[in-house]
């Protein structure tokens, strides 16, 4: 647990800094924009005013006559008189020229009336908005000159950066992303843990009452009333078949919630595939009489890597399975292929099979298919659970699939020689 919450704080930590040294770059970007478009303004008009000069007998004053007064406010010192027409034209083709392509508006200032007269709105956009009256405040111990303003920098400015801003705002969603998949898996845990913990408290629960009625139901069995009465040792042995059968499936929970807790070692050798498949087989003719189970090999021996405990547990579990889901008497084929780079164990079954839809489900935990045989037999979805798990840590592959008239065989690949 203290491992997971370094590695959530590390992570989280490195988007965040990830996501604010983002928003530092955009701001400085902003900030290098804004400079770039005060150049290229200070630029175009230093050329609108040596346009004016020309043509009359002032000459260009050493001092710059472009003056910068706010963000978006400039002043332009012309010691001539000059005409509206002609600036605008040169303010059009010079800001053109330097790529200034956001709307302005420029004032003129008037010596006779001593107040700025304004000039126009030029609109870049070809959409001019309606006719506007924007004060421009005079300036002292100026004759002569223009002022301009861009009321549309600030949103220029942030067009320009577009790209800087969309990939903010993906850094902002992947953060929220990332929290919110921490939360879940948190939240995840949290119910595993509640869930792990209340099976092992009620199987364990089970197990005390459930040992008392065994050792109580063999003693009851061996009395000689009990013996002499058929039908009182025919219940005895009701009672202690299934007490026996609920101790098997406390078993399994315990055990799946074992191997969940802690990773199941296995014990891998050598083993001879055939004797463990008969003796499974007569087990299972032995818990269920009236079943066929036939066993076809193509080789003999046939060796595989295995652990001999876990082998026999799936062999079990998948010929049970194939018992209790038939409607009719059982009859089973467990074929044994060798084939070029691995062995196929196929168990086919002519039970009553499984819906093409759920078939990708049967291997999960406590996943059981509704229907009116599954009612019927007893079990918490794990049998199958198990198998694929065992399957999975012996890197064998086990698949399913429905037979062309009925049942259905699920089949496992296990490699030659694999290297464990």
Same mark, same amino acid.
């Given at each position: ?10 992570g989280l930590?490195?988007?965040?800094g990830?996501?604010?040294a ?11 924009e ?68 956001t ?13 700025m ?23 002292k ?13 600030? +949103?220029f400015l942030?067009?320009? %950066? /577009?790209?800087?801003? $969309? =990939?903010?705002?993906?850094?902002? &969603? ?11 898996i ?6 595993s ?24 139901s ?8 009990i013996?002499a ?7 005895t042995g009701?009672?202690?078949s ?7 499936h ?11 807790? +802690?990773?199941?070692?296995?014990? %891998? /050798?050598?083993?001879? $595939? =055939?004797?463990v498949?008969?003796? &499974?087989?007569?087990n ?5 009489p009236?079943s ?39 009859e ?10 691995q ?13 093409a ?7 999960d ?11 019927e ?8 659970y198990? &198998? ?11 698949l ?10 699920v ?10």
């Amino acid at each position: 647990m203290n491992k997971l919450n370094s590695i959530i704080v590390l992570g989280l930590l490195a988007i965040v800094g990830i996501l604010i040294a983002q928003l530092l770059w955009t701001r400085q970007a902003f900030t290098l924009e804004e400079k770039k478009f005060s150049q290229k303004v200070h630029i175009a008009l230093l050329e609108v005013a040596k346009k004016l000069y020309e043509g009359t007998n002032h000459e260009l004053p050493a001092e710059n006559p472009v003056q910068k007064i706010s963000n978006d406010y400039y002043i332009v010192n012309i010691d001539n008189d000059f005409e509206p027409k002609i600036l605008e034209f040169y303010l059009k083709s010079e800001f053109e020229k330097i790529g200034v392509s956001t709307d302005y508006e420029y004032a003129m200032y008037n010596c006779q009336s001593d107040e700025m007269v304004y000039g126009n709105y030029v609109s870049m956009t070809q959409n001019p908005d309606a006719e506007r009256s924007v004060y421009f405040p005079k300036h002292k111990n100026l004759v002569y000159y223009f002022a301009i303003r861009f009321p549309n920098e600030t +949103s220029f400015l942030f067009s320009s %950066l /577009k790209f800087w801003f $969309v =990939l903010s705002f993906a850094l902002v &969603v992947i953060l929220l992303v990332y929290v919110y998949s921490i939360f879940t898996i948190l939240q995840q845990k949290k119910y595993s843990e509640l869930q792990r913990d209340f099976i092992n408290n009620m199987t364990h629960e089970f197990k005390t009452p459930l040992s008392s009625i065994l050792i109580a139901s063999n003693f009851l069995k061996q009395q000689p009333a009990i013996a002499a009465d058929e039908k009182l040792e025919k219940y005895t042995g009701i009672i202690i078949s299934q007490s026996n059968k609920l101790n098997q499936h406390i078993e399994t929970i315990l055990n799946s919630a074992k191997s969940d807790n +802690s990773p199941l070692v296995l014990d %891998l /050798k050598p083993l001879s $595939v =055939l004797p463990v498949l008969n003796d &499974v087989r007569e087990n299972i003719l032995l818990k269920y009489p009236n079943s066929q189970v036939k066993i076809v090999s193509d080789s003999e021996p046939v060796v595989i890597i295995a652990d001999a405990f876990h082998f026999t547990n799936i062999v079990y579990n998948l010929l049970d399975n194939a018992v209790k889901y038939c409607e009719r008497q059982p009859e089973i084929t467990l074929s044994v292929t060798t084939l070029e780079n691995q062995i196929r164990m196929d168990f086919s079954d002519n039970g009553i099979g499984i819906a093409a839809k759920k078939l990708p489900f049967i291997f999960d935990k406590f996943y059981r298919i509704p229907s009116t045989k599954s009612n019927e037999v007893n079990g918490f979805g794990l049998g199958l659970y198990y &198998v694929k798990k065992i399957c999975t840590l012996h890197h064998w592959k086990i698949l399913a699939k429905n037979n062309t008239n009925d049942g259905l065989t699920v089949s496992i690949l296990i490699p030659k020689h694999h290297d464990h």
